[in-house]
């Protein structure tokens, strides 16, 4: 019984990963090669740092998900 939990906790937290993981590169990448004039500086700073803070917010939802394996 443990394993088949253990492993239906483990498929959605992989999933998760990999979805933090797409936001931190495109938030990065999509700021690297955005070659559209007139964004300030700001804007961009800004733009970048909510795509990563998301990233980083579901890779602690991931970390919270994995403490519910059993042992």
């Excluded at 931190?24 to 990563?52: C, E, H, M, Q, R």
């Amino acid at each position: 019984m443990s394993l088949t939990h253990n492993e239906r906790i483990k498929l959605p937290a992989g999933n998760l990963e990999r979805l933090s993981t797409a936001f931190i590169a495109v938030g990065v990448l999509g700021k690297t090669f955005d070659f559209t004039p007139g964004n300030g500086l700001f804007v961009s700073a800004l733009a970048l740092i909510s795509w990563i803070l998301a990233g980083t917010g579901m890779h602690i939802a991931l970390r919270h998900i994995l403490g519910r394996l059993k042992p």
